[in-house]
């Protein structure tokens, strides 16, 4: 609550005026988060009809699922740019434009270059949603109701994740079961690529239906504008003119971290930019994205048949979701080191298990499978993974990084940290189809080891951020 507002009887900060608007408008935002688990997880139910349809290996077949990575960190590390001279409006309707064609593109590929250059763009898109979400719900959401309507991304990422599951399976279901089944002419798996089109203009349509962020109208001169948007989201009891000084002077008065900041005597950066770095690579190297990108290949690959495949696809984003809203309950009252310590121990148990079971697969006749009892232990132990990933690290990272660092140097940082995370990320999708061809359980074996490592990560480098103010860090 600023000082220019009037506090209501119980002492809490005003309630805006028409909060329902409010939430429309971070609902509205978050829609890019929607996109951006949608984008990223559809891929999974094409993998295998993708390998089929333009014959193939693993390395070819990696390179075009990681493909999007390439893109997102391109559209990340412009986004920021890009806002700041057109404004955030205008980069979300660039990003449902980027969207839209690359499901479009990707749906209708007429070589493995074109779809793997469909992917980038689609990439670039995630990349910027990625970006502008977060920032534009912040600049516009009352300081009262700031923190749980920034909860909207997180919320629409894994939502996107799992609608896109379901989805997956329900044309999988009207083609027959079969990935390569015909709809109307088209492959079943080229129907889940296209799809994403459908939220994508949805997307766009809602950006016309949203103000300019604020603080982008007041740097860009648009005084006025600004005043009207701030009254209308922060409700009438504020003192607007105060307001509009109060993001005046924060903006001039901020430092613009760069690169030069993060230099230090630890292999030439500071100790806690290393510990961010490191927070990004552990997340990612625990192999959650294999879940996300291939699992419906993953049980193919051990004898589940495709409908069932794509049915344990959608559960798993099911649980990502509880996960995600444990987390949300428990970050602020548990401590984030905690949730992440009790998610690795999670984790390295899970994994751990899925690389047992994962040992007992078999080829008899040309036919893969696993015995009932690993295929079922299998199945929990993946499922548990997830849980125990999105309760702990899926959230508690993103919270650390936005938090840990001195404000001097956090957005160059998070920058840093941010590019570790998508380069992580590139290397886990890329190689996981090889290591599942070398070995399966071997690939699992190896996850499990980062997820030990973690723990002692932990407890000896990451600092406890729960209840300090951001000007505490130094």
Not at 177 to 205: H, K, N, S
Not at 433 to 459: K, Q, R
């Amino acid at each position: 609550m600023t000082s220019t507002e009037k506090p209501t009887p119980g002492g809490r900060a005003p309630r805006p005026d028409h909060l329902g608007h409010v939430i429309f408008i971070a609902a509205a935002a978050a829609m890019g988060g929607f996109l951006f688990g949608y984008d990223s997880s559809v891929i999974n139910g094409a993998v295998v009809a993708i390998r089929e349809r333009f014959d193939i290996g693993s390395e070819a077949l990696a390179q075009v699922i990681a493909a999007a990575l390439i893109g997102c960190a391109i559209g990340a590390a412009t986004a920021g740019r890009i806002a700041d001279r057109i404004g955030r409006i205008r980069c979300m309707q660039i990003a449902s434009v980027l969207f839209t064609a690359s499901a479009i593109g990707s749906a209708l590929p007429f070589a493995l270059w074109d779809l793997a250059m469909w992917r980038v763009i689609g990439g670039f898109a995630i990349g910027m949603a990625s970006v502008i979400g977060p920032a534009y719900i912040a600049e516009v959401s009352p300081p009262a109701y700031r923190g749980r309507l920034a909860s909207f991304q997180q919320a629409a990422i894994v939502t996107g994740i799992a609608v896109s599951q379901l989805v997956n399976w329900g044309i999988l279901n009207l083609a027959g079961g079969e990935q390569r089944g015909e709809i109307g002419g088209l492959e079943a798996w080229q129907w889940m690529l296209g799809v994403m089109a459908i939220p994508a203009i949805v997307y766009g349509l809602l950006s016309f239906a949203i103000p300019e962020s604020p603080r982008y109208l007041i740097s860009a001169g648009r005084t006025e504008e600004a005043r009207v948007v701030l009254k209308d989201v922060e409700g009438s009891g504020i003192d607007v003119d105060a307001r509009v000084h109060e993001i005046d002077l924060a903006m001039r008065s901020e430092h613009k971290s760069t690169f030069k900041d993060l230099r230090g005597n630890s292999f030439g950066l500071l100790p806690i930019v290393w510990v961010g770095i490191g927070l990004s690579v552990f997340q990612q190297l625990v192999g959650i994205n294999v879940i996300f990108y291939y699992s419906s290949s993953l049980w193919q690959s051990v004898g589940v048949d495709p409908t069932s495949s794509f049915l344990y696809s959608f559960t798993t984003s099911i649980i990502n979701i509880i996960g995600t809203v444990i987390a949300m309950l428990f970050v602020d009252r548990l401590g984030r080191k905690p949730l992440a310590l009790i998610g690795s121990a999670g984790m390295a148990v899970s994994l751990g298990t899925c690389a047992w079971a994962f040992s007992y697969k078999q080829e008899i006749g040309g036919q893969i499978s696993m015995p009932e009892l690993q295929g079922t232990v299998a199945l929990v132990a993946a499922h548990a993974f997830v849980l125990f990933f999105a309760l702990s690290w899926g959230v508690v990272v993103w919270v650390l990084l936005g938090e840990m660092f001195p404000n001097r140097i956090r957005a160059a940082a998070l920058g840093v940290a941010a590019a570790a995370q998508w380069i992580a990320n590139w290397l886990i999708t890329v190689t996981f189809p090889t290591l599942s061809d070398w070995n399966l359980s071997g690939a699992y074996i190896i996850y499990t080891i980062f997820a030990v490592l973690s723990i002692p990560f932990v407890i000896k480098w990451v600092p406890e951020t729960k209840g300090k103010a951001l000007e505490e860090m130094g």
